[in-house]
């Protein structure tokens, strides 16, 4: 059973930074991607960032230049650096892994990102 555990959200002032962190354990026999999705309340989910094991990335147009993905293979863990925050990002942000094979999606808890002064 695949089971993926969020940490590092709070709350920043705009212009401030946070990094979070997931931690996946389970295992999966095939190729995965490891991502980041956001939901603002009353918005749908949406797609943040993305890497795959080899290191390839796709990120959001609104977060491009400010947030980094990044993925630690040995360590199941796949991290966000957001910087230059803006209310806008303000969301619950959940982590995701995806099996390319089955297109099966699994997902974190969620944590709590609230941008304001």
């Known amino acids: 059973q695949v089971q993926l555990v969020e940490s590092g959200g709070g709350l920043v002032q705009p212009g401030g930074s946070l990094r979070l962190s997931c931690a996946k354990s389970g295992i999966i026999f095939s190729s995965y991607l490891m991502g980041w999705y956001r939901q603002a309340p009353g918005k749908q989910r949406e797609l943040v960032a993305t890497i795959t094991g080899g290191g390839s990335t796709t990120y959001a147009d609104s977060v491009k230049g400010r947030f980094t993905i990044s993925r630690d293979n040995a360590k199941n863990t796949v991290s966000l650096q957001m910087n230059s925050l803006k209310p806008e990002d303000t969301a619950v942000y959940y982590c995701?892994?995806?099996?390319?094979?089955?297109?099966?999606?699994?997902w974190g808890q969620g944590t709590q990102v609230t941008v304001s002064s």
């Open positions: 995701n892994v995806r099996v390319i094979a089955t297109l099966k999606d699994f």
